[in-house]
C-alpha cells in the first residue's frame, strides 16, 4: 500500500529526538498492527530516498496520523531533511512491514526492550495491551542520561496506573535516583533478572548491537528464536534492509505519485 503524506505537526522531545506527525493526503485512516514500521520516500536537493520508521502512535492509533519519533544521525541525509522541516514537507509511505507485534497466544510474561528510539513502535504496543489482560509486561529502556528519557510522562503514568506494567530505565551513563532507574545497559539489567523461557516472549527494539546481545544472551538461556521478536534500527545503506526494498515498478510509481503532488 503506498500513502501520500504531509507533515503536520513537529515536536522537539528532546536535544537529539524530534517527534513527526505525518497526515495521509486523502485523510485516508490506517491499517497496520502496532508495532510495525513503514518505509518513507523524501525528497530533497540529490532527490529521492528512503527510510524506514516504527510508528510511534499515542494517542490516535488508527486514524489519519503517522507519527514517527526520530533521532539524529550526525551527516545523516533524512536527518538533515527531518530536523529541518516544516508543517507542509511532502512524502510518501509503502507498508506497513515488520514482525514486532503483540504474539497471537498471550505469554505469562512480555518483556519489551529497546534503546533510544526504539521504543516508538511500544507506544501503540502498550495503548493496545490496556484492553488485553495481560498478566506481566516489563518495558526495558535503555537510555544514556535522563535528557533521553523520552514519553516520560506517559510511560510514569501508565506504570502507575496499570498493576501488571513495569518500568525499567536503564541509564548507562548517571547514577540511578528513582525506583525504576538502573544504572548500566539493559543487557545488564537482564542477566540480574535471568528470565525463564517457560511462558515469555521478548519484543526488542532499536541499536542493532543492543538487539545481537540480547538475542544471544536469550538463546544461550535457552529460549527459541519464535520466542524472542526483533527490529533491528539498520541504517539505510546496510544490506540487511534489502527485504523491503522496493521494486522497480514502485519506484516508478512513487516518483509519479511524489512529481504530481509538488
Ligand atoms: C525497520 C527499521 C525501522 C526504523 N525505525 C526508526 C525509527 O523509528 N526512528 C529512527 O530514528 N530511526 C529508525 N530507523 C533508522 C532510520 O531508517 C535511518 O537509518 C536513520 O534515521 C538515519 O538516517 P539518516 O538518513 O539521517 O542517516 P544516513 O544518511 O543513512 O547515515 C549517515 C551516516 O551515519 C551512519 N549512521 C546512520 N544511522 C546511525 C546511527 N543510528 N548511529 C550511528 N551511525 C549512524 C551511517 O552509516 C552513515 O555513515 C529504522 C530503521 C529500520 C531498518
Redesign the pocket.
Known amino acids: 500500500m503506498i500513502l501520500k503524506l504531509k507533515l503536520k505537526r513537529v515536536r522537539q522531545l528532546c536535544e537529539s529526538?524530534r517527534e513527526l506527525r505525518f497526515e495521509t493526503s486523502d485523510r485516508k485512516n490506517l491499517d497496520y498492527e502496532a508495532g510495525q514500521?513503514y518505509r518513507f520516500s523524501f525528497e530533497d536537493n540529490e532527490g529521492l530516498?528512503q527510510?524506514?520508521?516504527?510508528l510511534?502512535n499515542l494517542d490516535d492509533l488508527y486514524g489519519p496520523y503517522l507519527d514517527?519519533?526520530?533521532?539524529?544521525?550526525?551527516?545523516?541525509?533524512?536527518?538533515?531533511?527531518?530536523f529541518n522541516a516544516e508543517p507542509g514537507l511532502k512524502a510518501t509511505v509503502t507498508g506497513p512491514?515488520?514482525r514486532l507485534v503483540l504474539p497471537a497466544d498471550k505469554p505469562r510474561h512480555l518483556f519489551l526492550v529497546a534503546t533510544?528510539?526504539?521504543v516508538?513502535?511500544y507506544l501503540p504496543i502498550l495503548q493496545k495491551l490496556k484492553n488485553e489482560a495481560y498478566e506481566r509486561v516489563d518495558l526495558f529502556f535503555g537510555v544514556r542520561n535522563r535528557e533521553e528519557f523520552i514519553y516520560r510522562e506517559f510511560l510514569t503514568k501508565y506504570a502507575e496506573n496499570h498493576s501488571f506494567f513495569n518500568l525499567k530505565l536503564c541509564i548507562s551513563r548517571e547514577d540511578a535516583k528513582e525506583e525504576y532507574e538502573h544504572r548500566g545497559y539493559v543487557t545488564d539489567l537482564l542477566k540480574k533478572e535471568d528470565p525463564s523461557p517457560e511462558g515469555t516472549i521478548f519484543l526488542v527494539c532499536g541499536?542493532p548491537k543492543m538487539v545481537e546481545d540480547v538475542w544471544s544472551y536469550l538463546t544461550s538461556k535457552k529460549f527459541g528464536g519464535p520466542q524472542v521478536i526483533t527490529?533491528?534500527?539498520?541504517?539505510?545503506?546496510?544490506k540487511?534492509?534489502a527485504s523491503?526494498k522496493l521494486t522497480e515498478a514502485q519506484k516508478k510509481l512513487i516518483e509519479e505519485e511524489l512529481q504530481k503532488y509538488s
Open positions: 529526538t514500521f530516498f527510510r524506514s520508521y516504527s510511534g514517527i519519533v526520530v533521532s539524529k544521525v550526525d551527516g545523516g541525509r533524512a536527518t538533515q531533511l527531518l512491514h515488520g533510544s528510539v526504539g516508538a513502535p541499536n527490529e533491528k534500527y539498520v541504517f539505510a545503506r546496510d540487511t534492509v523491503t
